[in-house]
């Protein structure tokens, strides 16, 4: 059933917030090494030498860097384990969308 135009521009008309913040998360996720950051967080929960060990994209303060950005953005929370300080994504949503992205773009191995 297709939408009528004053329908679809009453949407419009209210989505200012929508646009925001998913141009906000799209603009975070168009730097490669907050991507993989992002996606290796997609898998669970992990500390700053994990996320260099395993994305291997260059110094920790590098990797320090774009998890502070990321953590200002209101994408990551962080909490204190020890000596150690763990990240995760703040929003479940995210994981999910990052998931489909992995899922749709992937390339398919013969």
Same mark, same amino acid.
């Given at each position: 059933m297709s939408r009528s135009l004053e329908e679809i521009k009453q949407r419009f008309a209210n989505n200012e917030e *929508?646009? $925001? $913040? +998913?141009i906000g998360i799209f603009s975070l996720m #168009? /730097?490669? &090494? $907050?991507f993989r950051i992002l996606c290796m967080l997609a898998e669970g929960d992990f500390c700053v030498n994990e996320i *260099?060990? &395993?994305i291997q994209m260059g110094k +920790? #303060? /590098?990797i320090s860097q774009q998890l502070r950005i990321l953590t200002l953005a209101g994408v990551l929370e962080k909490r204190r384990e020890?000596?150690?300080i763990i990240y995760r994504l703040s929003e479940p949503k995210l994981a999910m969308l990052i998931k489909y992205l992995e899922t749709e773009f992937a390339e398919e191995t013969v």
């Open positions: *929508v646009c $925001r $913040r +998913v #168009s /730097n490669k &090494t $907050r *260099v060990d &395993t +920790v #303060s /590098n020890k000596q150690h």
